[in-house]
């Protein structure tokens, strides 16, 4: 009996891990995306103040309570699907209030598991109503079954960027990723790019960005830095206006020459490699206010 009940644990744990890997696929590159538009057609001009935000809003799970499990901590889900819904709105309205004229949103669950199905997108749609908006899938995983307690389950998730302006194309870049079994907790890590007109036949070129954060490696960050750089770098050369935004799971307030030991999403962001043509705004405070900032992402 003990034989007959190992044997089927066997080949059931057999075949979910041939069912990870068969269902693994990589979303193409250069993958156009889809424009929805909601807002009235207005102009991008020179010599005028604009604000763009950027926000990780967790697949609306991380109320103060809350730690991931992939972090040391214990919680893969959101604690209830009204929870999330809560915070996805609070979110939503807490940005609102800066009144942007650019947002881009990570984590942003379309139909997932650790989110109760909620789409995410459509709750933050409502709040952006006056907006046009390009949505990018960054996370799309078969069933995983881990934790063993609560598993994280199947994932669709991506990054929704919104503007106040008109975006006439936009365009899904696929970011050199792990090969090795970790690829499958970390998949399918992009950026957008959306192209807003400005005046004088220039453009405002937006990168919408989130980064590898677990079993990735210096391969792995050096490739998509590298790729990032490049793509920004030939926009600046074309005379266009370049902003790139998101989570780039490098720490961005740490000394690049720190050689500590650091988790995997809190290296150095390797500010000396990047071209000329950029900066950080960051580093663009007076002193005071950058001291003032809190460690982020």
Known sequence: IVGIILGIIILALIGYIIYLFASYHRIEDNLPLEVESHAADAELTTEKEYSAL??????????????????????????SKQSGIDAINGAADYAMEE????????????KSTRSYHVN?????????ANYYEDFAVNYDSAYLFYPFNEPIGKSYSGIAFYSKYLITSAVRRSFPISTSFSKILDLDRCYSVSRIPADGGKELVVYSVHMSA?????????????????????????????????DFNH??????????EHEGWAYPFPRSKMPKELSFAMDQLSKDKYDSLAPSN
């Not at 990780?56 to 604690?79: E, H, L, V």
């Not at 009144?99 to 379309?110: G, L, S």
């Not at 720490?251 to 500590?260: P, S, T, V």
Request: aromatic share 14%; net charge negative; charged share 30%.
């Open 54 to 79: 950027t926000y990780n809003i967790g697949f609306g799970a991380y109320t103060p309570d809350f730690s991931f499990f992939m972090d040391g901590g214990k919680n893969s889900r959101c604690f």
């Open 99 to 110: 009144k942007p004229d650019f947002m881009i949103f990570q984590e942003v669950d379309r």
């Open 120 to 128: 995410q997108e459509n709750l933050i749609t409502e709040k952006f």
């Open 214 to 246: 677990y079993g990735n490696s210096d391969e792995i960050r050096e490739g998509q830095t590298s790729m990032l750089f490049n793509d920004m770098k030939e926009e600046r050369q074309k005379g266009n206006y370049v902003i790139c935004g998101g």
């Open 251 to 260: 720490n961005l307030k740490l000394d690049e020459n720190d050689n500590a």
